[in-house]
């Protein structure tokens, strides 16, 4: 949009769209908000509301305006009504934020791909279209329900194919969350690469850091934790498998399992941990805010990315991954393209779907309290070094400064001129910046911890033995009907 359409001294309005989840509930859309703001942006948003979440309020600078969710969708006729009363929702506050002032661009941030029809009514009242790429819901689509083979199936997919294509080709700039999905964008969307620009979903590792738990799990005891959303896509039944093999055919009843998170699977979930005998040992949390989240991740000793290989989980960022790096939390995962991009070589790897390869690595961390620091205080240092929001911020609001012509030169992000020793909630943050007492805490998870642990071994990652052929899991089979595209890559 040309920097002559705005008037002088008013500031660009940008209106978010997000369908997937509430706001502040979706960190990385509430990230790119308070970066919006911090550079002098107009910022509001439109998305579902949360429980307890009011029709509208100012938060931090944004104005968010919520409408109540369509109840849970079932069926294609489900999803059909689903995606309209959300669109419907969505339109009807436009036109609410547009009473109170002008917008100049439209953000529509995916699932679902149909915001680019808004945008194009929208463009007639010289409103630009920013696509903020989220989720590539071709392969969510074949992840959840195989290759399309029926005739009905081919028709849904290239339903799918076509409402992404027109949200690439509508937008005046696209934003990828990583470079896989760049690529798709060049070449399913026919854009050249000048016209996308990478955002990473790193966290800002100046707020998400440990913290002295006020509960620390029990002496003796080892809690493994996955935080994300429960949906059919996510793996997180392999988590209770490991749980299984660990407590009941490994004999390791002093760990316990945490799970945070919500969707669709949440009760098939639960179903399965009794059916399984883990009751005792496994927690179910539902949704939790950020301070609940800290105290999880701070406390627990081993995160866990049970995300199997399939089309969409291999090119997609897990959040989860930056977030158990960011409060030095050592972590298994199945091996994927782009979890290996965030993680490197601070996270340990089993191939997808191989249950007992992934347990052989989790009681390795268990039994190894030198390798859990060594993994902790590595991956804490590269998702600050690498993967950190502040760099991500400046690339974000780049985009809007080309489109509008609006610059102030501040940092996207505030530089503190202290860093605080205790949260909002009172407290202690663990010294991030003296190693060994990072290392101290990522042993112990508690406040004082009783000894030093030993010196570093000199090699991060070392040669592991063969793995156990049985216990191999697949993703599931699929299905018939058409899916929904669900929430996907993790929200803090």
Not at 127 to 137: A, E, I, M, T
Not at 175 to 191: F, P, Q, V
Not at 369 to 375: G, I, S, T, Y
């Amino acid at each position: 949009m040309p920097a002559s359409t705005q008037a002088v001294g008013v500031p660009p309005h940008i209106l978010i769209i997000v369908q997937n989840l509430p706001v502040p509930f979706d960190r990385r859309v509430w990230l790119e908000c308070q970066a919006l703001v911090t550079r002098g942006y107009r910022v509001s948003v439109i998305c579902p509301k949360g429980p307890g979440d009011p029709a509208h309020r100012h938060l931090d600078g944004v104005d968010i305006h919520a409408y109540t969710p369509a109840p849970e969708a079932k069926g294609l006729a489900g999803f059909a009504w689903e995606f309209a009363y959300s669109w419907l929702r969505t339109a009807g506050l436009s036109l609410r934020v547009r009473r109170a002032g002008r917008f100049d661009i439209l953000q529509a941030c995916n699932p679902p791909d149909t915001y680019w029809l808004l945008a194009l009514l929208w463009r007639a009242a010289g409103v630009g279209f920013v696509f903020d790429h989220h989720d590539l819901n071709p392969e969510l689509y074949r992840s959840r329900f195989g290759e399309p083979a029926e005739l009905l199936q081919r028709l849904e997919y290239r339903a799918l194919l076509w409402l992404e294509r027109r949200s690439f080709r509508g937008a005046d700039h696209i934003i990828s969350t990583n470079d896989s999905y760049k690529a798709i964008a060049i070449a399913r969307g026919g854009r050249s690469a000048d016209d996308v620009t990478v955002v990473r979903s790193g966290p800002d590792t100046e707020q998400m850091r440990p913290i002295v738990p006020d509960l620390p799990r029990p002496e003796g005891g080892i809690e493994l934790v996955y935080v994300g959303i429960m949906g059919p896509q996510d793996g997180v039944e392999q988590v209770l498998l490991v749980m299984d093999e660990l407590v009941h055919h490994r004999g390791r009843t002093n760990v316990t399992a945490t799970l945070l998170g919500f969707g669709d699977c949440l009760e098939e979930l639960k179903a399965l941990s009794r059916e399984l005998g883990l009751d005792a040992h496994v927690t179910f949390t539902g949704r939790v805010d950020r301070a609940q989240l800290a105290e999880h991740l701070s406390r627990a000793d081993i995160g866990l990315c049970p995300d199997l290989r399939t089309p969409l989980n291999d090119v997609s960022t897990m959040n989860k991954t930056m977030e158990y790096m960011a409060y030095a939390l050592p972590a298994v995962a199945f091996d994927l393209v782009e979890t290996r991009v965030s993680g490197g070589d601070t996270v340990l790897y089993a191939p997808s779907g191989d249950v007992a390869r992934f347990t052989d690595l989790v009681e390795e961390l268990i039994d190894d309290p030198v390798r859990r620091a060594d993994l902790g205080v590595a991956a804490r240092a590269r998702v600050c070094e690498a993967l950190d929001w502040r760099p991500q911020a400046e690339a974000y609001v780049r985009v809007f400064d080309d489109l509008t012509g609006h610059h102030r030169a501040v940092p996207a992000v505030p530089v503190r001129t202290s860093v605080p020793t205790v949260d909002a909630q009172g407290r202690r943050f663990v010294d991030v910046a003296d190693p060994a007492a990072l290392r101290r805490f990522v042993v112990a998870r508690a406040a004082e911890p009783r000894a030093e642990p030993p010196a570093p071994r000199p090699a991060l990652v070392a040669e592991l033995p063969a793995p156990r052929p049985a216990l191999r899991a697949e993703p599931p089979a699929p299905r018939q009907a058409l899916g929904a595209d669900a929430p996907s890559r993790v929200p803090s």
